[in-house]
């Protein structure tokens, strides 16, 4: 069931092609809510919206990745949403615009990790660009990965930024890291476990350089 506010949608996917998963929320700017889901039969990522009364606004259809493991999706103003599909073939991504337009190509834009990952955190750290964060097989731990776009879909980076070893031995990699803004170009990450690095604490911030400071 979508609560939000005032009103509730008991079936939020009824009259969609099912099976469907990956059901995420995110915000419309006007105060109503956005909910993306993976269409397997269709292997579609599609999102329904509603106005901030409930009202039905409209069904859109994002992008058709090759597979979807785990759907992530965020809001940013003035960018839009993008919504973040990780399996093992790699991190594809879509943004739609404010007025529902696709920004990107119909299967979307390559980002992020080339294998497998776990569930994508997005960060919108500037009005123009944004972070994704990724968990990622390594020797000794999974590590936790930072790569910047612009709004169009376009690396920042050279190479993603590498936020540590998980301190725990085998972390559920099916959950999302908690990630948010601080200020303009600093996003925090914070890590139930903390981080196999001396000295480091459970927090880690990012700034859009890519540099990395333990906390």
Known sequence: MIRRGRWS??????????????????????GGAVVFAWVAPLHMVAARMWADDGNPFGDFELFAPDACDALSAAYGPGQGWVAVCTSAQGTRAQRMREDGTIAWESGGAAVGATSRSGPASIAFDSASTLMLLERVPAVGGDRLLAFRYDVEGQPLWTAPADLGTDLELRPTRGARIEVRVVRQGLVRVERPSGVAAKGAGRATEVTSNGEVHFL
């Open 9 to 30: 949608k008991p079936r939020p996917t009824a009259g969609i092609l099912s099976p469907v998963s990956g059901l995420t929320l995110a915000p419309r700017p006007d």
